[in-house]
């Protein structure tokens, strides 16, 4: 096991620049996630550090050895791949072994038949049936070992795969959005799962996926990039709660964060439809937006900074999403409530909606968040008090 | 007028509809039956026909035929020119087949390996295949030609060089070179060199088409799992992959193997070859069912292509479903 580091990467195919210029550092040990939308180079970037893609510059290191130039077979990672890219001619149990035979066995001791009067051959043999059994075991497939991948169904197939992966020892597990061809409730199941093997491995996994909330749920780390670039690197609670981009924003959380264009005056005050925010900005941008997660709304009177109509209604039980258009505003605002406040939110109903200033996300014209924000409605202040999310 | 009701009902009885499952059976029937008349017509009466000429003694023109019983079949394997016509059909099957299946996977796996220029090998490798073998064989025969030959002037450049280390033109600078299509050694090589220059191109097509479905991410696995030369990636995904295709091969090469006719029939219309070396089953029918007009001679060599045929369609059948479908 080890960890890995990534400086600079940056990738071309022909004219188009998929990566550009990515950094990061993952700790022995550690769960990252990379997620973004689809083709934002997130499996070209696995594929680049799995070796089975030439970066076009930059620098790969695994456990503190450069690896660019090294080919993928000497690199001892392990690959969980989209489609699982199981072996159809071979057994679950030859599938699971093909990785140590190919280590540990010579060309003329894989041979069939021959392969067994081989001499020193009994001891590697028996080796090799025991980590299947092991592997197999860890997962839960030892009653599928004698099947063929075309007689399993896609969640025992993706546990083979993972098998298969894991039957050695490698420095780290590359996992390319291993759960989208799984059905919405056996993804869920297989998520905890996967969570559960990284904690008993203790290994270093690298997991790409378009889900945010794989990503969420999983990671020690979340990269989340965009257009070949990550835009943020972080702990989980930290993308959702201080991104530092507005796209970040925007893709993670379900439902999508709320963007309200805001005004703002010559003196850096800020105003939402003519009302004051009693926030101030120390710089001047062209243009402000404040981001609003769902659960940041709350329902209240007639002393509300929005007014609206509810429009549509999203009920999963345990939470309501409303979905609320505020005249003025070009999108519908989302409210995440409480079932209890069914009655309120009433389809057609007339709502308030307010919201702390203070905990609103800001971001400038060109998306990046805007930090030194000053909290006017409490006076008098000291600086340091009011500059929110002071930690980067 | 309770009465009518009585007397009527036997009536009723008799006159019920048909139950709905066998006018379905009926309606069935009636709607395969062009298809299926057809068939027997076109496909299957032929075969029996031919099967019951194999017991007489059968000539086109006579009124009459006696019946001979096994007599066909039985010279079939006691006479010595049968004796030579399965060994012709034998060394032809057994040198083009495996020849031209291997020339075939090993251009198609080289031209799947290119970049560019594909659809050209491919064209190039494919030609032989669209030409007429009859006209073919005609610029062979010229090729071959003993003493104009473009082939025999080629290996007589080679006299007083190097390559009369060559036995083959140590001995024709010494004396002369082969006669090719008029030498009872070579004839049959010959005839098998053409069979497979005219073939592998089309069984290099279906492996390309087979080469397209095998799943590019197993190359990627491949390689994770520490596959690291082409041959040992070959071994472990493209062979395997194509292994449908590979019986498909084999087969229809086999069958058409066994139906080589049309050289042996430019290059000797007079007899299959120097010393009937060349006597391939196709020429025997031929010659007995249709030169000699030995109707029942030739339905026996017939029905005994088709049982090799058959054979060959039951093993690929069953190898299909057995072992190469996952």
Excluded at chain 1, 115 to 136: C, E, K, L, S, Y
Excluded at chain 2, 251 to 280: H, L, M
């Amino acid at each position: 096991m080890a960890g890995l580091s990534i400086t600079n990467i940056t990738k071309r195919f022909g004219d188009t620049e998929v990566l550009k210029g990515v950094s990061l550092d993952i700790a022995d040990g550690e769960f990252i996630s990379l997620v973004g939308p689809s083709g934002c180079g997130k499996s070209t970037l696995l594929r680049i550090i799995a070796g089975l893609e030439d970066q076009s510059t930059g620098e790969i290191k695994l456990a503190g050895n450069d690896v660019s130039g090294v080919r993928a077979a000497d690199r001892n990672l392990s690959m969980v791949f989209q489609s699982y890219a199981l072996y159809p001619h071979l057994s679950v149990a030859d599938n699971i072994a093909v990785p140590l035979r190919m280590r540990q066995q010579k060309a003329l001791q894989r041979l069939p038949m021959i392969g067994r009067f081989v001499p020193g051959q009994r001891q590697i043999r028996h080796q090799i049936t025991r980590d299947i059994r092991n592997a197999a075991d860890m997962l839960e497939i030892a009653p599928l070992l004698e099947r063929k991948p075309g007689q399993l169904s896609g969640g025992q197939r993706q546990r083979v795969a993972l098998a298969r992966a894991l039957v050695r020892d490698p420095a780290a597990f590359l996992l390319d959005e291993p759960l989208s061809n799984l059905d919405a409730k056996l993804r869920v199941q297989t998520r905890v799962e996967i969570a559960q093997l990284h904690r008993k491995l203790g290994a270093t996994f690298v997991y790409v996926t378009h889900d945010q909330v794989e990503a969420m749920t999983m990671s020690s780390r979340i990269a989340v990039m965009m257009g070949g670039r990550i835009l943020q690197c972080a702990e989980p609670d930290t993308v959702y709660h201080d991104p530092e981009d507005i796209q970040v924003a925007e893709f993670i959380g379900s439902p999508k964060i709320n963007i309200l264009p805001v005004d703002q005056n010559a003196t850096g005050a800020l105003g939402l439809l003519g009302q004051a925010l009693h926030l101030q900005v120390e710089q001047k941008c062209q243009s402000v937006r404040i981001g609003l997660r769902p659960e940041m709304l709350r329902l209240s009177g007639e002393q509300s900074l929005l007014t609206g109509t509810v429009e549509h209604l999203e009920n999963l039980g345990a939470e309501l999403f409303a979905q609320i258009a505020v005249p003025g505003l070009e999108n519908r605002l989302v409210l995440r409530c409480d079932p209890s406040q069914r009655a309120a939110v009433r389809l057609g109903a007339t709502v308030g909606l307010d919201f702390t200033p203070a905990q609103a996300l800001l971001f400038d014209q060109d998306g990046t968040r805007i930090r030194r924000v000053h909290d006017t409605s409490r006076r008098p202040v000291s600086t340091a008090e009011v500059v929110q999310h002071g930690r980067t | 007028m309770g009465a009518p009701d009585i007397t009527l009902q036997p009536l009723t009885k008799d006159t019920r509809p048909v139950p709905a499952t066998v006018q379905e059976r009926r309606a069935a029937w009636l709607l395969t039956a062009p298809a299926l008349s057809l068939m027997v017509l076109i496909l299957l009466l032929p075969v029996v026909v031919a099967a019951i000429l194999s017991f007489t003694d059968y000539a086109l023109g006579n009124d009459t035929f006696r019946w001979v019983g096994w007599k066909n079949y039985s010279h079939l394997f006691t006479r010595r020119t049968y004796e030579k016509m399965f060994l012709a059909t034998f060394t032809y099957v057994v040198t083009v087949v495996p020849i031209s299946v291997g020339l075939g996977l090993g251009a198609a796996l080289l031209i799947n390996s290119l970049g560019r220029f594909r659809e050209i090998y491919k064209t190039i490798y494919f030609l032989p295949v669209m030409a007429t073998l009859l006209a073919m064989s005609i610029a062979w025969e010229f090729m071959l030609h003993p003493s104009i030959g473009m082939i025999n002037r080629t290996l007589e450049l080679g006299c007083g060089t190097l390559f009369e280390a060559i036995p083959l033109i140590r001995e024709g600078c010494a004396d002369r070179f082969p006669v090719w299509l008029g030498d009872k050694r070579y004839a049959i090589w010959v005839i098998s060199f053409i069979g497979i220059w005219q073939g592998f191109g089309f069984n290099m097509v279906l492996y390309l088409a087979g080469l397209t479905s095998v799943h590019r991410e197993l190359y990627n696995a491949a390689e994770m799992d520490g596959a690291k030369s082409a041959w040992e990636q070959f071994r472990l995904v493209t062979w395997p992959a194509l292994g449908p295709t590979t019986v498909f091969v084999v087969t229809i090469s086999c069958i058409r193997a066994f139906q080589v006719f049309d050289t042996i029939e430019a290059f000797w219309p007079q007899g299959g070859g120097p010393n009937k070396s060349t006597y391939v089953m196709m020429f025997a029918i031929f010659e007995k069912g249709v030169q000699q007009n030995l109707i029942g001679i030739g339905s026996a060599i017939t029905m005994l292509f088709l049982v090799f045929v058959m054979l060959l369609t039951i093993v690929q059948c069953w190898l299909v479903e057995r072992k190469v479908h996952y």
